[in-house]
């Protein structure tokens, strides 16, 4: 039962991914919003938000930024659909693109994104190395990556956040990101950690 729920979190379809959509969303609002501190967003920014889920994070910046514009990727068709019915579509849709997909595999525009964003779902990526070139190749230089992870379940321990975070600058470091940043921050369940980078 255990391996069933945790193949919806990563991967969420159907009526049961709906409802680990709905979960998804109230538990990860709080670093959300804390991921989205650090992007340091502008006006006319362009942003990539990988792993939207039920799309609160964009919810949320298009409440605070006006003139900015947002493309979505998610591994899961269930997680486009049920963001686009959470979202004021007709209102938004010139402001947002969401498509379906693998970070390490998608056909990401070359130099085009001034923030990326990625909120408790790195761990997840099957490719890591892939998806965080792709990224680079498709950030601006200057342009900023924003990750964000926090233990679930059986990793729930602080030092588990430790190891994400000196994991993920490793990654990141070999991927020739630069200025690389590692924030901690107490968020119940537990510790949760923030890691920030740009292309030189």
């Not at 006319?44 to 990727?73: C, S, T, V």
């Amino acid at each position: 039962m255990l391996e069933f729920i945790k193949r919806h979190f990563k991967k969420p379809q159907g009526f049961i991914g709906k409802i680990t959509g709905k979960i998804m969303d109230l538990e990860n609002r709080k670093l959300n919003k804390w991921a989205i501190r650090y992007l340091k967003v502008k006006p006319k920014d362009h942003i990539l938000e990988i792993g939207f889920g039920p799309g609160y994070a964009i919810r949320h910046l298009l409440n605070r930024y006006k003139d900015i514009r947002i493309d979505g990727i998610d591994i899961s068709e269930t997680m486009r659909q049920q963001a686009m019915q959470s979202l004021d579509w007709e209102a938004i849709k010139s402001k947002v693109h969401l498509s379906t997909g693998d970070i390490a595999k998608a056909q990401l525009p070359m130099n085009s994104y001034d923030k990326v964003l990625t909120v408790n779902n790195y761990t997840l990526w099957g490719d890591k190395e892939s998806g965080l070139e792709n990224i680079y190749g498709a950030l601006k230089p200057g342009g900023k990556i924003v990750i964000v992870m926090q233990p679930r379940q059986d990793d729930a321990v602080s030092k588990r956040a430790k190891q994400f975070g000196r994991e993920i600058k490793r990654d990141l470091r070999q991927c020739r990101f630069r200025r690389i940043k590692v924030y901690y921050r107490e968020l119940r369940p537990e510790m949760a950690v923030c890691v920030t980078a740009k292309k030189p």
